[in-house]
């Protein structure tokens, strides 16, 4: 009895050993137990991306032998960049998946002519280190990779090739998680597009990890939103954590001055400099602008004015006729236009004098101020509006000011001899001496 006793006791007395975590939460094909370097390696899937891949495709033309030149190598700082700086709907999201890499052109000699009818291609890869186990070719999947390989394309799709319409991809085959059926990398994780201004890489996170954790892991307590935010002419050096969603799940993270993201996109936009003036009260400067349909315009406006004020004074002299002049005294009456100086436009006047038209519609004072605010560059105070409008051709210009702000100046009455006041017909002059709108115009560039 005192043996069982014992041995009870001792048993009571042990742990049972932890159960092994055997699901893969970010389908990588390594199950959790066997991940021992942390939570983010546990929750991130080990993709080894596609190593640099050429490829040459030729092609009968005519008697000519064409020959087109791709590579799989892409600038990923960049494409880090373009994803948080560029316009969503712009965006592309299909590349940098965990299970294919895709060709770009280098170079063409292929004339852009095609007629449609059928042409057999060749493409013989280069230097591959790793034998893709499908080529994707647009939306069509070849099921077994070989090198030459002879692929048929009508005309139509050869040219949507040659303008990065249809793409070709390495594929690999996507391999299911353990103790599932159907749940592979890409199905288990989000992107999260990381560039800490040093290296840039695509992490596959797993949906179990909130980005807020991933952020945390990565040693990141604050990041800031860029949404909505334009940034053109940042000018800050300050380094930040910067974030931005895209598409339904992915993300992307870089570390960043906001000079550093106004910088960059500037890229995205065609960059001008005119100016809409008004001399002596009259327009002699507009602003046309021509766009695509859908490209975004910015507008950093700032400027200058002079005023006068009309100073008059009397003047006697001895007036009258002959050699000598007569006897009488006379009068006339002198205006001047002293200068008040000049002066920067604030951003009410910009909006108040301004006048922006397209096609379709002109746009109010009001319409203009609710897309406008003020923001500083290392020339000062400027006043940016944004335009977001379908029309292809933009107007800016503003209107000759009302004849009520006209004076005559110099000599504009006299009077002589007793035969009344004259008016005399002086110079035509406005309080206004001039008025300079300097705008930079940014328009969007829809391609690359």
Not at 301 to 323: A, D, L, N, W
Request: hydrophobic share 35%.
């Amino acid at each position: 009895m005192k043996w069982l006793i014992l041995v009870l006791i001792f048993s009571c007395g042990q742990k049972n050993p932890p159960a092994k975590d055997v699901g893969d939460s970010d389908g990588d094909q390594i199950l959790n137990y066997l991940e021992v370097n942390g939570e983010l390696d546990k929750f991130t899937a080990n993709v080894k991306p596609f190593a640099e891949v050429k490829a040459t495709m030729t092609f009968r033309q005519g008697t000519k032998l064409a020959i087109i030149e791709m590579s799989n190598e892409s600038n990923l700082y960049k494409i880090s960049y373009n994803l948080l700086t560029k316009r969503a709907d712009l965006m592309k999201l299909d590349e940098h998946f965990s299970e294919w890499s895709q060709m770009r052109i280098l170079s063409s000699d292929a004339i852009p002519d095609f007629p449609e009818k059928t042409y057999e291609t060749s493409i013989r890869f280069h230097s591959l280190q790793e034998t893709p186990d499908h080529l994707v070719v647009g939306d069509t999947v070849i099921e077994k990779f070989a090198s030459p390989m002879k692929i048929h394309f009508t005309g139509s799709e050869l040219k949507d090739l040659l303008q990065n319409k249809i793409s070709i991809k390495l594929q690999r085959a996507e391999m299911n998680a353990p103790h599932s059926e159907s749940s592979t990398v890409r199905q288990r994780t989000y992107r999260v597009f990381f560039n800490d201004g040093k290296s840039t890489s695509v992490f596959y996170v797993s949906h179990e990890l909130p980005f807020e954790r991933f952020l945390k892991l990565k040693n990141i307590s604050h990041a800031r939103d860029i949404e909505d935010k334009q940034g053109l002419g940042w000018t800050d050096q300050h380094q930040d954590w910067w974030i931005r969603s895209i598409g339904e799940k992915d993300k992307v993270v870089i570390k960043a001055s906001e000079k550093d993201i106004s910088e960059q996109m500037e890229n995205n936009f065609q960059m001008g400099r005119q100016e809409v003036k008004r001399n002596n009260g009259r327009t002699v400067k507009t602003i046309n602008i021509t766009k695509a349909p859908d490209a975004r315009l910015f507008l950093k406006i700032r400027g200058t004015k002079e005023t006068f004020k009309f100073v008059e004074t009397t003047e006697r002299y001895r007036g009258g006729t002959g050699r000598e002049g007569g006897s009488n005294p006379c009068l006339r009456w002198i205006r001047n236009a002293n200068s008040q100086g000049i002066s920067e436009l604030s951003s009410e006047e910009i909006l108040n004098t301004l006048q922006v038209r397209t096609e379709s519609k002109a746009f109010t004072a009001m319409e203009l101020a609710s897309t406008a605010y003020e923001a500083l560059d290392e020339s000062g105070q400027y006043l940016e509006v944004f335009l977001d409008v379908r029309d292809q051709n933009i107007q800016i210009s503003m209107p000759n000011r009302a004849a009520s702000t006209f004076a005559a100046t110099g000599i504009y009455q006299w009077e002589c001899d007793s035969t009344g006041r004259h008016t005399s017909p002086g110079v035509e002059t406005n309080k206004e001496g001039h008025f300079t709108a300097r705008v930079d115009t940014y328009v969007e560039k829809l391609e690359d």
